[in-house]
T-cell receptor, first 114, second 112 residues
Framework: GENVEQHPSTLSVQEGDSAVIKCTYS??????FPWYKQELGKGPQLIID?????GEKKDQRIAVTLNKTAKHFSLHITETQPEDSAVYFC?????????????FGKGTHLIIQP | EAQVTQNPRYLITVTGKKLTVTCSQN?????MSWYRQDPGLGLRQIYY???????DKGDVPEGYKVSRKEKRNFPLILESPSPNQTSLYFC???????????FGQGTRLTVV
């Protein structure tokens, strides 16, 4: 089955700096790679996703890159703000990407220092 | 409002006492799933369902049961809970075709 490794487990950055979280996956058949943000006391919420036919996707301060050859993908957050503090999960799946097939990384606790 | 609703949010129970955590979604999604979240282990899938009366095991199914008699509901059943099932549980739903999975608010279960 799929295995997703996520690094780092904790990331502390100064407000206004950039943050990068990296994930690798093992199954070359995986074709959908979402990122979820989990705020304290809440369930994970999708913030951005990318499919295997695309190398990069941006949404305002957030971007995701995918390298299919190396089987890794990354989340980039620019101009970090206090509200970016949360736990971030990457995931990969070979199916349609629904709730049945997601394999998650172990999560990154992002801390934005004022 | 589109949402996934879990109940209860918090539960403390004793070893061996059967319990059910309910999950309901109002988005007419085919796919539903249960995850447990433990420190340092991330989110691990327990069971999933691709439609009514269709369920399958995830990565950590031991000690759990599920049913999908109606499209909107996907309860998680612990027939004989043990302390190693103390965890934070999430239900999720999504439509088919590779789009967003919607998560509930979570149920924090403690088994003593």
């Amino acid at each position: 089955g799929e295995n997703v490794e996520q690094h780092p487990s904790t990331l502390s950055v100064q407000e206004g700096d950039s943050a990068v979280i990296k994930c690798t996956y093992s199954d070359s058949a995986s074709n959908y790679f979402p990122w979820y943000k989990q705020e304290l006391g809440k369930g994970p919420q999708l913030i951005i996703d990318i499919r295997s036919n695309v190398g990069e996707k941006k949404d305002q301060r957030i971007a995701v890159t995918l390298n299919k050859t190396a089987k890794h993908f990354s989340l980039h957050i620019t101009e970090t703000q206090p509200e970016d503090s949360a736990v971030y999960f990457c995931a990969a799946t070979y199916s349609g990407g629904g709730a049945d097939g997601l394999t998650f990384g172990k999560g990154t606790h992002l801390i934005i220092q004022p | 409002e589109a949402q996934v609703t879990q109940n209860p949010r918090y539960l403390i129970t004793v070893t061996g006492k059967k319990l059910t955590v309910t999950c309901s979604q109002n988005m007419n999604h085919e796919y539903m799933s249960w995850y447990r979240q433990d420190p340092g282990l991330g989110l691990r899938q327990i069971y999933y369902s691709m439609n009514v009366e269709v369920t399958d095991k995830g990565d950590v199914p031991e000690g759990y049961k599920v049913s999908r008699k109606e499209k909107r509901n996907f309860p998680l059943i612990l027939e004989s809970p043990s302390p190693n099932q103390t965890s934070l549980y999430f239900c999720a739903s999504s439509p088919p075709g590779g789009t967003e999975a919607f998560f509930g608010q979570g149920t924090r279960l403690t088994v003593v």
